[in-house]
């Protein structure tokens, strides 16, 4: 194998079935985080730029903060919540990798973020139903397929009522198995967003760069107002 990010890709899947062996389904993030030692390029995801396919999203439909709280769900290295604090939004950023956040707090320390070690399923209490503008980028579809419905309602709890919610992951059909980590979204698993008020608002598809392109999907919600019953 000789492409240096599909060494990387098959060096995360090699740490993750490691991890999952022991019955940890999360230690492998940091694990690969440390082996990088400070250098992006050993992190296939890691850019240090906002992701292209949110970014053609957001320019597209001219997306502003405006002074609006965002939390960005395992935000890695934080380029995509130094995106959204450029686009106007008060960012809080977290991840489950203390040395992803170690990281993301040197690379941003100009910046105005609240960057947090956190794991999905033991958020603050203070976080949940808190946020105007949550971002889940590649989140999903590294964490095993059992936990998907569960990963999927966490996610949904950060959103505030008429709060909104950007999911950019790879996609599949509903009748496709996945083969490898990242196992991608099926628009069945998507469904399970609608099962918490959100409404599914726009729903884009690009091609992923790979040799046999893998798609990517960007998909936005928005949280109806509950009405009380009288
Ligand atoms: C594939 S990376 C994507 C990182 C970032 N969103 C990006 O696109 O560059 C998945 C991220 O989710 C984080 N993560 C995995 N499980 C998590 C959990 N239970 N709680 C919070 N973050 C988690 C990992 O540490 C990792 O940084």
Known sequence: MSDPLEERRARARELAAEF???????????????????????????DLEPNKFFKTWADDVGLKGNGR??????????DDAKYLDDLGFKVMAFDISPTAIEWAKRLHADKDIQFEVAD?????????????????IYTIQPLPMDMRERVIDSIATFVASEGELV??????????????LPWPLSRRDLSRFETHG????????????????????????????VTEVE
């Not at 694990?31 to 050993?42: H, L, S, V």
């Not at 965002?70 to 290295?77: E, F, I, M, Q, S």
């Not at 999911?167 to 490898?180: A, F, N, S």
């Not at 608002?201 to 936005?220: A, K, L, N, Y």
């Open 120 to 136: 999905l399923f033991e958020p603050h209490r203070s976080w949940l139903g808190a946020f105007d503008f949550v971002l889940e």
């Open 20 to 46: 999952a062996d022991q019955g940890d389904a999360f230690g492998w993030f940091d694990a690969f985080y440390k082996e990088a030692a400070g250098d992006n390029e050993q992190i296939p995801w890691a």
């Open 198 to 225: 959100l409404q599914q608002m726009d729903f884009r598809t690009f091609d992923g760069d790979e040799e046999t392109p893998i798609p990517r999907w960007v998909v936005w919600y928005k949280k109806s107002t």
């Open 69 to 78: 709280k965002a939390l960005v769900v395992g935000c890695g290295l934080g």
């Open 167 to 180: 999911i950019v992951t790879r996609g599949r059909g509903d009748d496709e198995e996945p083969v490898e």
